[in-house]
């Protein structure tokens, strides 16, 4: 756990969900002045002397708390599934940095052929957990090719058939000529927190999380 003080640091990463979760602190009362876009500092101060923030990849946000390095973090429900969720409390869904998993094919290819077939299809992801068992319950065989990122490039130059990504308004697949074809789950981001933390931390934690549901109700 950090600190045997009353100190709680809070693990973000940079974009959408630093700029979604403000609103939330806000709610809470507290505000953060320095911008993680402008500043290279990965540990910010906030207006509450005994809460600061830490930046790290969004995909590290969930081991930061397992570890207790952080107390609180906010993770997409993407990256908990894809990196598991062990010894991780998750009292409230933020309904922040909303989007959903889909798959989705270069305009022009007969999805519904290819799996009426029962073709093998090539899919390409950075989510290969969920891919996998999309295409389990479907009973559709595949050969996962995993991506890092620009999920959308590899069925234009045929890397793959299908992509497995994230998508909120649809544009990013549009401007490459690609289309939705499946919807797999909606996903939004979670506010997770150290178990141990929450127990050795209530008093500190518990406002907090009381403030955060209040003003994830009123998220659109
Ligand atoms: P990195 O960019 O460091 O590889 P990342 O792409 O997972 O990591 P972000 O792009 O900041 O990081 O996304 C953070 C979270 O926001 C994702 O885990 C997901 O839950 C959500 N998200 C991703 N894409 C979108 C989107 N287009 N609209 C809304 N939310 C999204
Ligand atoms: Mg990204």
């Known amino acids: 756990m950090n600190d045997t003080n009353n100190t709680l640091t809070l693990a973000l990463s940079k974009g959408r969900i630093f700029s979604e979760t403000l609103p939330l602190l806000a709610a809470a009362g507290i505000s953060v002045t320095e911008d993680p876009e402008r500043s290279r500092k990965l540990i910010l101060p906030t207006s509450d002397p ?22 609180l973090g906010v993770a997409g429900k993407d990256v908990l599934i894809e990196n598991g969720t062990e010894g991780l409390y998750q009292p409230i869904d933020l309904r922040i940095a909303k989007c959903h998993m889909s798959v989705a094919v270069r305009t022009g ?11 093998r299809l090539r899919v390409a992801t950075k989510y290969v957990r969920m891919a996998r068992e999309h295409f389990a ?12 990122g620009s999920m959308e490039l590899a069925p234009l130059i045929g890397l793959s058939d299908v992509i497995v990504d994230l998508v909120s308004t649809g544009a990013t697949l ?8 499946e919807h ?30 209040r003003a994830a109700l009123l998220m659109p």
């Open 50 to 71: 005994a809460l600061r923030i830490i930046i790290v990849r969004a995909s590290d946000v969930p081991t930061y708390v397992q570890y207790g390095a952080a107390d």
């Open 109 to 119: 290819f007969d999805y519904e052929n290819a799996v009426r077939q029962g073709a």
């Open 137 to 148: 319950r479907k009973g559709v065989h595949i050969d996962l090719i995993k991506l890092y």
């Open 174 to 181: 549009r401007a490459n000529n690609l289309v939705e074809v």
């Open 184 to 213: 797999v789950m909606d996903i939004s981001s979670r506010l997770v927190v150290n178990q141990a933390s929450l127990k050795l931390k209530h008093a500190r934690i518990q406002p907090l999380l009381d403030a955060f549901e």
